[in-house]
């Protein structure tokens, strides 16, 4: 089973917690907003603007596991329900991984630029991670074959 999985926390609810959360932690700016790809949050925090975003479940692959599960077609209501509920969860566990980062950076078990470095935005818009997977990064990644 998967983290919330259930949940019955409205997106709005949980996103307002994201926020109060950032507030609690000292962050002096918050946005979120949507597209159809999906939503996203920003917030700023010691001095670094931060950027979450958390993709629109796949209907095709919801589609799929519902045909599984029923071994049946599934309704365009079920593809749904199915798909305002893994929003649900997303936004649940996103809200876990924000207080994971912020409680880990003040237990000293990291310090805040590490526990959020990929989400790190840059001067050009970029969050670190997306610097990183870009196919022309000046930084390459050791992989588990490299050796080293």
Do not use: Y
């Amino acid at each position: 089973m998967k983290f919330a999985e259930g949940t019955t926390v409205a997106v709005s609810k949980t996103r307002g917690q994201i926020e109060e959360l950032a507030a609690k932690h000292g962050a002096t700016r918050f946005a979120s907003g949507w597209t159809e790809k999906g939503a996203a949050i920003n917030f700023v925090c010691r001095g670094r603007l931060l950027r979450f975003v958390l993709p629109v479940p796949d209907r095709e692959e919801i589609a799929r596991e519902l045909r599984k599960r029923r071994r049946s077609f599934p309704t365009a209501k079920m593809i749904d329900d199915a798909a305002a509920a893994e929003e649900r969860r997303r936004w649940r566990a996103l809200l876990l991984v924000i207080k994971g980062r912020f409680e880990s950076a003040e237990d000293g078990i990291e310090t805040f630029d590490e526990a959020f470095l990929a989400h790190i935005v840059t001067a050009d818009n970029m969050t670190m991670i997306e610097h990183l997977q870009v196919a022309d990064s000046p930084i390459k990644l050791l992989t588990a074959g490299d050796g080293n």
